[in-house]
């Protein structure tokens, strides 16, 4: 897995937080940028591929896989996409590169999200896997979205009541998140759930539960901010969902989208559930490929 590829960790402007990751390749950059409860392992079937025309980065968020997890802060701020961003924009900064191409899933597609808002003039090209902007979840939410993604106000409920909850079941809930909770789960090796379990610990669980505890606080109100003053991300964006997860059942991508990036060039589901870069990984290559490649 990542053959040829180099491990790093790098430490951020927080002093509480070094981002590991992998990098492989030769060309101009790429961050792919991983979901929850996943780690740069996701990307595992895709990087070594796009690594033969690009300089290819995958990194774990903070709260993640072997990523630095302080503790949170009261407002959150610390967890916040701003901040997760800021991270990676960093690590881009330490390996050179001062412009690259990003894409994200799930919640690493919220940071992209974020970064490519914040960081206009480092982000080329912004390729988004099966979200909705969070601004655009939050104030359009249904039963049957609710029900299938409960774990967003789960896990957002105070310190530290999910942590203990979970606390001492960490290998059941990984098991049960990524193969029966929601729609469009499945796809995973053996060798990828027992990654994901080895860095599912308590320390990785406060992490989660900071993510979603920002996500509808402060992440929501910046967003909501930016919605209102009408900006939107300016450079070229591709957003693809899988046809069989929750985004395609309860939302429609190709109204909402629109409303929060000025140019997007594609456009469309993939056939696959919520992960698509395991799921149907020559179709995310062959998409990002001829996406960053022109």
């Known amino acids: 897995m990542y053959e040829g590829f180099k491990r790093f960790e790098i430490q951020t402007t927080d002093p509480e937080v070094k981002i590991a990751g992998r990098v492989g390749g030769k060309g101009p950059a790429v961050l792919l940028l991983h979901g929850n409860p996943l780690t740069h392992v996701h990307w595992h079937l895709v990087a070594p591929r796009?690594?033969?025309?690009?300089?290819?980065?995958?990194?774990?968020?903070?709260?993640?896989?072997?990523?630095?997890?302080?503790?949170?802060?009261?407002?959150?701020?610390?967890?916040?996409?701003?901040?997760?961003?800021?991270?990676?924009v960093d690590v881009m900064r330490h390996l050179g590169f001062g412009e690259f191409f990003v894409a994200g899933h799930d919640r690493g597609a919220r940071t992209a999200h974020r970064m490519a808002l914040d960081h206009p003039d480092k982000v080329k090209k912004f390729a988004s896997f099966d979200i909705l902007p969070t601004h655009h979840v939050?104030?359009?939410?249904?039963?049957?979205?609710?029900?299938?993604?409960?774990?967003?106000?789960?896990?957002?409920?105070?310190?530290?009541?999910?942590?203990?909850?979970i606390e001492g079941k960490e290998d059941y809930y990984i098991l049960q998140k990524l193969t029966r909770m929601g729609i469009g789960k499945g796809g995973f090796s053996e060798e990828t759930l027992k990654e994901y379990a080895r860095c599912c610990?308590?320390?990785?669980?406060?992490?989660?539960?900071?993510?979603?505890?920002?996500?509808?606080?402060?992440?929501?109100?910046?967003?909501?901010?930016?919605?209102?003053?009408?900006?939107?991300v300016e450079c070229p964006a591709a957003i693809y969902w899988g046809a069989k997860s929750h985004t395609e059942k309860y939302f429609d991508p190709r109204a909402a989208w629109p409303q929060y990036c000025a140019d997007i060039v594609r456009i469309r589901?993939?056939?696959?559930?919520?992960?698509?870069?395991?799921?149907?990984?020559?179709?995310?290559?062959?998409?990002?490929?001829?996406f960053f490649k022109k």
């Open 50 to 88: 796009l690594a033969h025309d690009f300089t290819v980065v995958a990194a774990d968020l903070r709260g993640y896989g072997d990523s630095g997890k302080p503790r949170g802060r009261e407002d959150h701020v610390n967890y916040s996409f701003r901040r997760m961003a800021q991270d990676q």
């Open 138 to 165: 939050l104030t359009n939410i249904s039963r049957g979205w609710a029900l299938g993604s409960f774990h967003w106000f789960f896990m957002a409920q105070p310190y530290d009541i999910p942590e203990k909850l």
């Open 201 to 232: 610990t308590p320390a990785n669980i406060h992490g989660v539960c900071e993510d979603y505890r920002a996500a509808i606080t402060v992440d929501f109100e910046m967003d909501r901010a930016d919605f209102d003053a009408g900006r939107k």
């Open 269 to 290: 589901p993939l056939p696959c559930g919520h992960y698509p870069a395991e799921q149907v990984p020559d179709d995310v290559y062959e998409e990002l490929f001829a």
